[in-house]
C-alpha cells in the first residue's frame, strides 16, 4: 500500500441553482444514494430535468461519515446479487465518470472467533462462491501472512480462529466518490440544491404532485426519498410508515501513521472494524447505540468497547492517539436489509433501510432506484428488496454478513 | 453515556441497562384475526419519530425490571419515567434542531 496522492479540484465541480417551480422528479437527499440515483436517472434514462435536494451541505450526511468498506459477501441469493452488482459498478465507476476516488481493491477479511463463527462464515463462503462472488476460508497462519500486525495467539480473550476473504473487497474516498457523481449530475443538467430541507408533501388524493421546502414548493411528477437515516420523519409527513429504526453509529480516526496495515479486518465478535486510510488514519467503526436516535453523536462506552477489541487484536494500536470521532444515523431494518421500490404513495419511491451498510452498495441503489423511479417498476435486483417482504414474510437476512455495523 | 433513573434503583449508567424499543405495543387481543398487513405492522413497523418517543428499558444489572421512559431522540434528554402498563405521561416538549456532529 502506498500513500497516493488525492487529485488536485477545480474550484467548483457543480452549479448552485435556485430551485425551479417544477421538475420531472426529485430526489430527497444529497448524500451518495440521492446522488447516485440522480445520475442513472439522468444517463440510463434521460431524465435531466430533475434535482436533487438537501437540507444541508452536499454529502455531510452519512456518505461523509461511514468507514467505506466495500465488499459483496453477503449470504443469500439476492443479496450477493445487488452488492456484487454494486462491486462491479465501483470496479468501472472511476473510469465511466473520469475521477479517481481512490478505490482500493485491498480485500475485507471477517474474523471468525468461535466455532458458531467459524461454521458460519465457511457457509458463507460456500453460498458466494456459488453466486460468483469471491470468497476463499483463511486459517489463523494465513490470516497472518494477509495482515502480519494481527494478533492472532491464542492467550487473548477470543482468539482468531480463521477468516472469510474477499480479495476484490476494499475501501474508496467517499466523499470524492459523492464529488464525482455530483460533477457528472450537473454536466446532465441535473439540478443539485443544497439548503433545501423538504417540509412537506403535495398530494393529489393519494398521488404526490410536489414537494414543499424552505426554499418554496416545486411541483414535481415523481420523487425518490433518499434520506437514509431521516426516511421515517420524510414517509410520516407523505402518510406512510416504514419499517425503520434510526440510531447512531460512531466511527473514529487516528493520527497519521506510516502504512502498517495492508488490508480491511471486521470483527462480528468482538466488534471493530479497522482499515487505515489513503493519507494514514486508522480508521475504525463502532458498534450502533441501542437506542432510536437522531443526534449524530452515541454514548462513549461504545467506542471504549470498540477500542479495548483494536487493541487485543492489533496490539500496536496500544500506542496509536484517537484524533476524531463522530457519528452518523443509520436507518436500520429488522433484516438488516435494504428497502428500494414503491410506496404506498403514488409517484412516490422509497430507497432507504441501508443502516449501517450502505456506502458499498451506492452504485447499485442508484442504478435499481433510478430504474424503478422511471419505469415505474422494479428493477430484478431490487425487485426482492421491496416493502411488501415485511408482508410476505420473505425477508433477506442477513445479520450474519451485516451483524458487524459496516 | 446515558444516566438513566431506575424508577427503583435511582441513576445508573446506561450501560446497566438494555433498550426495549417503542413502549405501548399491546399484543393483539384475537391474533388470528389479523391479515398480513396487520402482522407485518405488529412485528416489524414501529415508529422511529425525532423528538419525544416512549420506550422500553430494562434494568438488567441491577433491579431486572422493566419500565418506560419518555426520552427526545435528538437532544437524547430524559423526559419521564413510568411504570409499564401506566398511560404515556403528555410530553412538554418536542425537539426539531439537530446538533451535527463533527465530520470526517
Ligand atoms: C459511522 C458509519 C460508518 C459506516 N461505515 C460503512 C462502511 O464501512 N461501508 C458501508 O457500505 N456503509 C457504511 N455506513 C453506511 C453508509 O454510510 C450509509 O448506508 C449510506 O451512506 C446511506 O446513503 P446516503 O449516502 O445517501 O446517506 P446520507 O449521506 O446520510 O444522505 C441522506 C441525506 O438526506 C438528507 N436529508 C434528510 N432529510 C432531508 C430533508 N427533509 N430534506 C432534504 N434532505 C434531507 C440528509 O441531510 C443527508 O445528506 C456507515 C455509516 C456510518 C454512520
Ligand atoms: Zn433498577
Redesign the interface.
Known sequence: MSTQQLPEHPDFLWRNPEPKSSYDAVIVGGGGHGLATAYFLAKNHGMTNIAVLEK?WLA?GNM??NTTIIRSNYLWDESAAIYEHSLKLWEILPEELEYDFLFSQRGVMNLAHTLGDVRESMRRVGANKLNGVDAEWLDPEQVKELCPILNISDNIRYPVMGATYQPRAGIAKHDHVAWAFARKCDELGVDIIQNCEVTGFLKDGNRVVGVKTNRGTINTEKVGLCAAG?S??LA?MAGF??????HPLQ?L?SELHEPVHPTVVMSNHVHVYVSQAHKGELVMGAGVD????????G???VIEQQMAAAVELFPIFARAHVL?????IVDT??DASPIVGTTPVENMFVNCGWGTGGFKGTPAAGLTFAHTIATGAPHKLNKPFALER????ALIDEHGAAAVAH | MLLIPCPNCGPRDETEFHYGGQAHVPYPKDPAALNDREWAELLFYRDNPKGAFAERWVHSTGCRQWFNMLRDTVSYDIQAVYPTGAPRPDSATTTSASPEGAVQ
Open positions: 444541508g455531510g461523509a461519515r431521516h421515517s420523519v410520516e410508515r416504514l419499517p425503520i429504526q434510526s466511527a480516526v441501542s437506542y432510536n436516535g437522531y443526534g449524530q453523536r454514548s462513549f462506552h476524531r470521532t463522530w457519528g452518523g431494518t429488522l415485511f408482508e410476505t414474510g
